[in-house]
């Protein structure tokens, strides 16, 4: 099936570049994590899909070594040489290009430089990862231009790689990764510490995955989430030398942890009990999407957002209200925070046939109570990335 591009991306790199044949496009999703929160540098389990918004990057291969680049986004164009890659303080957003052409070269590939338009319909700060869509989209772009053949793990991790070293951005590994391994309908299972992965149904006729984003973000996210992490590397070292066999929480069943958690302080207890039980809970969800019980792993979704509020403490006032509208309307199987917290989305399940009335009212309601419009955006579980010849 052929890629469908946006014609504003196609017809600002013939403005900017030339119509001249032929070129390519490489096509990469954003996407939402379903259930698995704050598990990931735990070495738990993530249970993301993509989601049908992309990051498009339309380019052509060019002689010499200067990279050319036009956003069609910020109307803004930027280039560098391959033989001298620094970060962009004036174009923050080819950062995640320059960034990837970094990696890959220190990896040993060897890169042929090329002219591209990039466009983007993943919302930037939402949650749904623009900026890893933005990277896979890159590296792809690079591969067909340099005609490299990299493994979709490894080209997962050098992505992530560049977001870590060069961005400045310490993401794990589930954006790259499910932007790359996705298939249309399906949720994907992410072990984080082996990156062994399992595509799950997700029958978006049946039910819609909607994301509210509640537009606050408290400043305290980033040192409280360094605490958080932190507070879970004291609870696996506590738990260890009690138990043969734990490096990190994800090595810690349920039993285990009740068993072993009066070794524990209060704050860490909490900590580590959200972790432990929510990758039980992800464990559970496989099941419930094998057999399309969306009721069951809608209260699974429930639950995570309560342990991540009352245990993890990452909630705040704007999400809590948020998933409380949801959670009351006609058709809510599920509503949770995704992400780190502290502002940012909520990600729900709602039956197909809610769908459109639950974002009228959920919307409304949460400006009437904070007087601040949220961005909804109703999501199917896409494919993920390609590069085609136009």
Request: glycine share 8%; net charge negative.
């Amino acid at each position: 099936m052929a890629m469908n591009v946006p014609d504003q991306a196609a017809e600002a790199f013939e403005e900017q570049f030339g119509a001249e044949k032929p070129y390519f496009c490489a096509r990469a999703p954003g996407r939402v994590n379903l259930i698995g929160e704050h598990t990931d540098y735990n070495g738990g389990f993530v249970m993301p899909m993509a989601v049908d918004r992309s990051v498009w990057s339309v380019f052509r291969p060019t002689e010499g070594r200067e990279v050319r680049l036009w956003s069609v986004n910020y109307e803004e164009e930027d280039s560098f040489s391959l033989d001298d890659i620094e970060k962009s303080d004036e174009h923050a957003w080819s950062n995640y290009v320059r960034g990837v052409a970094r990696v890959l070269q220190d990896a040993g590939h060897s890169l042929q430089a090329f002219e591209a338009a990039i466009y983007g319909n993943v919302p930037i700060g939402a949650g749904l990862s623009s900026s890893a869509a933005m990277e896979v989209s890159s590296a792809l772009a690079f591969c067909s231009a340099s005609d490299l053949e990299i493994p979709a793990k490894e080209l997962a991790l050098l992505c992530q790689k560049a977001e870590n070293n060069f961005v400045g951005v310490n993401c794990g590994i589930m954006d790259q990764f499910v932007s790359l391994y996705a298939q249309q309908d399906r949720a994907v299972l992410i072990d984080c510490r082996s990156l062994d992965h399992r595509l799950l149904p997700m029958n978006t006729d049946t039910v819609r995955v909607i994301v509210c984003d509640t537009n606050v973000h408290h400043e305290l996210g980033d040192s409280a989430y360094n605490e958080r992490r932190a507070s879970c590397e004291r609870a696996a070292a506590a738990l260890g030398e009690v138990m043969a066999g734990v490096e990190q929480l994800r090595d810690v069943s349920r039993d285990q942890f009740k068993q072993y958690s009066h070794v524990l302080n209060d704050i860490t207890l909490k900590r580590a009990r959200h972790v432990v039980t929510e990758n039980g809970r992800v464990r559970w969800a496989v099941e419930k999407l094998e057999d399309e019980d969306y009721e069951g792993f809608g209260q699974l979704m429930n639950a995570s957002h309560d342990s991540l509020r009352d245990d993890y403490e990452v909630s705040c006032e704007e999400l809590d209200l948020m998933v409380d509208i949801a959670r009351a309307q006609e058709g809510t199987l599920g509503a949770r925070m995704t992400g780190a917290g502290f502002g940012g989305c909520t990600v729900n399940l709602v039956r197909r046939e809610n769908a459109e009335k639950f974002q009228e009212v959920v919307g409304q309601k949460y400006e009437e109570e904070t007087g601040i419009e949220p961005d909804i955006y109703e999501c199917r579980a896409a494919s993920g990335a390609e590069v085609e010849q136009m």
